[in-house]
């Protein structure tokens, strides 16, 4: 099935889809881990005069230091000012650049093991296509290609979680022949909707929890590092939380952001619960990935369905990831809150033991980037790629899969995950799942 699979698409569409790639130079890089940093270290930058920064420091000012999750979610999503909410953040005029950008390998066999497990599971139809956290739409539009290809006679609807409005109308554009955003006070579930150009109706929902119940095969991409972290230290045998603060007269410049430690336990401290063997003194803790991930576990669970999370991510050992991106470099998350990306490494151990204990979910994985795509056989449909292309777009195509599956690159910096119904647990066992075994 995945020989057959590899073979999607015209030369036409090969070389179309070759040069709208973005430009895989030095700088498009992805996102990297920083060095590490103290946390009661002070910002020495200035925090900028942006209206969300002011927002900020008088917020503080009035009330004390915030959480880290807060700051966090007030800077990407503030409906206003918020990084996300308003522009184009993506490729390489924006700050960052992810996986579906820079191939379209990668879409392709995503939406292949889509398929294939899918096919194990029965072909069960009508069935649900749901994103979390789209994107421009690439993951979606090259997923899309695939399950038209090979759905056969299954009927299914897309449907996307997104609370941007700018980046919901980018994603419309990219895979609908036409779309309309319904008025405010329409009282549905959904806020926009459309249809594709073979006829599949789209969605677009601001929760998870808004996604009409049924089967589902739901993607999360590059979803739950953008979820906010609570930054949590061990102090005498307690939890304490890293907060932000405004600086005063402590030797950091007056009114820039700063890391405080909290005096005695915050609410969300004293009700941590290390999961069994943590040896780490600090870690970062996403209450919100804790509560989409059960929310995404009790569906499979209920509905039937497979998930696949993909991210930056680790197995419970780092302590510190919070990080900023401007121009696709590292940059002070401190410093002019609003515009640059925040993100933190995902807690796979974490997302795999809320899916396994608040839904009965099977798990599989976390299995790196690199070794699913070369186990999906990468290297093949690379070669159909190169052998379709012009010749000045074939080091594009090859480098830009060497950078998905380069352990030095994004190979093993990003992890794939996989959830099915933990009544297929010992079917799973027999009939092996594809890229995680």
């Not at 996300?84 to 950008?101: A, C, H, K, L, Q």
């Not at 449907?159 to 895979?175: D, G, I, T, W, Y």
């Given at each position: 099935m995945l020989r057959e699979a590899l073979r999607i698409g015209s030369r036409r569409w090969y070389s179309y889809k070759s040069v709208r790639r973005p430009n895989l130079g030095a700088t498009s890089a992805p996102k990297m881990e920083p060095p590490k940093k103290q946390p009661e270290s002070s910002s020495k930058a200035e925090s900028g005069d942006g209206s969300l920064a002011k927002q900020l420091r008088a917020k503080i000012l009035s009330t004390g230091p915030i959480p880290v999750a807060e700051y966090m979610r007030e800077v990407l999503t503030n409906p206003?000012?918020?990084?996300?909410?308003?522009?184009?953040?993506?490729?390489?005029?924006?700050?960052?650049?992810?996986?579906?950008?820079?191939?379209?390998?990668?879409?392709?066999?995503?939406?292949?093991?889509?398929?294939?497990?899918?096919?194990?599971?029965?072909?069960?139809?009508?069935?649900?296509?749901?994103?979390?956290?789209?994107?421009?739409?690439?993951?979606?539009?090259?997923?899309?290609?695939?399950?038209?290809?090979?759905?056969?006679?299954?009927?299914?609807?897309?449907?996307?979680?997104?609370?941007?409005?700018?980046?919901?109308?980018?994603?419309?554009?990219?895979?609908?022949?036409?779309?309309?955003?319904?008025?405010?006070?329409?009282?549905?579930?959904?806020?926009?909707?459309?249809?594709?150009?073979?006829?599949?109706?789209?969605?677009?929902?601001?929760?998870?929890?808004?996604?009409?119940?049924?089967?589902?095969?739901?993607?999360?991409?590059?979803?739950?590092?953008?979820?906010?972290?609570?930054?949590?230290q061990l102090v005498d045998g307690k939890w304490q939380e890293v907060l932000i603060d405004v600086a005063s007269s402590d030797g950091a410049q007056e009114g820039s952001f700063r890391y405080v430690l909290s005096r005695s336990q915050t609410p969300v401290s004293s009700l941590y619960r290390p999961l069994p063997g943590e040896t780490r003194s600090c870690l970062e803790h996403s209450l919100e990935t804790e509560r989409q991930v059960g929310l995404l576990a009790e569906r499979i669970e209920r509905d039937g369905g497979i998930a696949l999370v993909m991210d930056y991510g680790h197995f419970g050992e780092k302590t510190d990831t919070f990080r900023a991106f401007k121009q696709h470099k590292l940059h002070d998350p401190l410093v002019e809150p609003g515009s640059a990306d925040l993100t933190a490494d995902v807690d796979f151990k974490l997302v795999r033991h809320i899916a396994e204990t608040r839904g009965n979910v099977h798990c599989c994985g976390p299995v790196e980037q690199g070794l699913f795509l070369q186990r999906m056989q990468g290297e093949a449909r690379l070669e159909q790629l190169l052998a379709h292309a012009l010749p000045e777009n074939q080091e594009i195509i090859r480098s830009g899969y060497e950078m998905l599956t380069d352990p030095a690159q994004m190979g093993s910096r990003f992890k794939f995950l996989a959830m099915f119904p933990g009544v297929l647990a010992t079917h799973l066992d027999k009939y092996p799942v594809v890229g995680f075994s």
């Open positions: 206003q000012a918020g990084y996300y909410m308003n522009r184009d953040v993506f490729g390489r005029e924006g700050d960052f650049i992810t996986s579906p950008e820079i191939s379209q390998i990668f879409g392709e066999l995503v939406g292949i093991w889509l398929v294939s497990e899918w096919r194990k599971m029965g072909s069960p139809s009508p069935f649900q296509l749901v994103e979390l956290g789209p994107g421009r739409g690439t993951l979606a539009r090259d997923v899309l290609k695939v399950l038209t290809k090979f759905k056969q006679d299954a009927e299914f609807s897309m449907h996307m979680v997104e609370v941007s409005p700018f980046l919901s109308k980018a994603q419309a554009q990219r895979f609908c022949y036409s779309h309309q955003t319904l008025p405010e006070d329409s009282q549905l579930p959904h806020y926009q909707e459309g249809t594709t150009a073979s006829g599949t109706k789209a969605f677009w929902h601001r929760r998870l929890e808004d996604v009409p119940q049924g089967f589902s095969l739901v993607l999360a991409h590059e979803f739950f590092d953008a979820l906010p972290v609570h930054k949590l």
